[in-house]
């Protein structure tokens, strides 16, 4: 009798901002890990979530999308990006069914030619389209470049998220357990509840406001069944800042509202969360400021 052999190891999604990576992520773990949102750039850290299997662990590691770089934290995102792609066993090349596959897509499969790791490419969001655009963006896609498989999947409707599991794990080594068994992930929860507050804070803003913003968790303090939670928002002009803010407060303490239901779902605990909004010029482009936000 043969035994099956334990697999474990290491899988990026990437594509263009906004291709669905973060919310396939999540879909996969089945627990929300990393944030996503309908702008592009969302994602700006690198983020592991690990789906224990009896027989396989893999670790899904979430990067920021790929994008012709125009500030210094977009650089520094590539290079995350670029960095992952080392390090990784299998990258599943993200491209939604309902987009034309464009220069981004071929130039970043041209790069993926070159690395290590077996390269899949995933049809993202198919529920937002038709059978016969489906089977013609699956055919687009497999002449696009050399994929060792081509698989669509709806992390919205969970169709074929199972599947997209199994053809990924098939491509990881044989190797011992990576992470224990219960860890979801190891970010910091400081981390995580910061990006909370961040896309609670996307909600809702437009044009390079989103880009703008970053938030940093000054402290958290767990009173027994209570977590306090001190955050700053930064934003790069005074003018955001009014936005972010609103008419006397009302956004802001949307924002609040929302991400506080968030935190106390990923907590387990009441919260409360004090957040205020800062400006930090430029911070984008100003290389201190960017260590200071955690880049
Ligand atoms: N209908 C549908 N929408 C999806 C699906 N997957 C993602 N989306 C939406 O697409 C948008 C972008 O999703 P994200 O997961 O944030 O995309 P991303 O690739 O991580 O983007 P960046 O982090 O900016 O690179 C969000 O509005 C999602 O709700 C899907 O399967 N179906
Ligand atoms: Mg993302």
Redo the contacts with the bound molecule.
């Keep these: 009798m043969t035994e099956r052999s334990y697999r474990a190891g290491f899988a990026c999604?990437v594509?263009?901002?906004?291709?669905?990576?973060?919310?396939?992520?999540n879909?996969i773990v089945g627990q929300k890990i990393?944030?996503?949102?309908?702008?592009?750039?969302?994602?700006r850290h690198v983020i592991r979530a690990v789906l224990h299997r009896p027989d396989s662990q893999l670790v899904l590691v979430?990067t920021?999308?790929l994008h012709r770089p125009r500030t210094l934290l977009g650089e520094r995102l590539n290079d995350l990006v670029r960095q992952t792609w080392s390090e990784v066993d299998v990258i599943g090349l993200?491209i939604?069914a309902d987009e034309p596959i464009g220069r981004g897509d071929r130039f970043i499969t041209g790069e993926l030619a070159e690395l290590k790791a077996t390269v899949l490419a995933v049809v993202?969001?198919?529920?937002?389209v038709d059978r016969k655009r489906l089977a013609e963006q699956l055919l687009a896609v497999s002449e696009l470049g050399d994929f060792a498989e081509v698989v669509p999947?709806?992390?919205?409707?969970g169709h074929q998220v199972d599947t997209l599991v199994e053809v990924m794990t098939r491509y990881l080594p044989e190797s011992p357990q990576l992470y224990p068994d219960d860890m979801l992930t190891d970010d910091p929860e400081q981390v995580l509840v910061a990006e909370l507050i961040r896309e609670a804070a996307l909600e809702g803003v437009r044009d390079e406001l989103p880009h703008s913003i970053a938030v940093v968790v000054e402290e958290m303090l767990p009173e027994g069944r209570l977590t306090k939670i001190y955050a700053d928002v930064y934003v790069e002009r005074p003018s955001q800042k009014a936005i972010v803010i609103g008419h006397r407060g009302a956004r802001l303490k949307g924002v609040g509202t929302a991400a506080r239901r968030q935190i106390e779902e990923l907590l387990g605990t009441k919260v409360y969360l004090d957040l205020h909004v800062r400006v930090a010029k430029d911070w984008q482009r100003d290389p201190k400021q960017l260590r200071k936000l955690g880049f």
Excluded: E, H, W, Y
Excluded at 15 to 25: D, I, V
Excluded at 36 to 43: D, E, R, W
């Design positions: 999604f594509g263009r901002p906004n291709a669905g990576k973060s919310t396939l992520t879909a990393a944030i996503t949102s309908n702008k592009p750039q969302t994602t979430d920021p999308g993200c939604p993202t969001k198919t529920d937002l999947v709806s992390a919205v409707s």
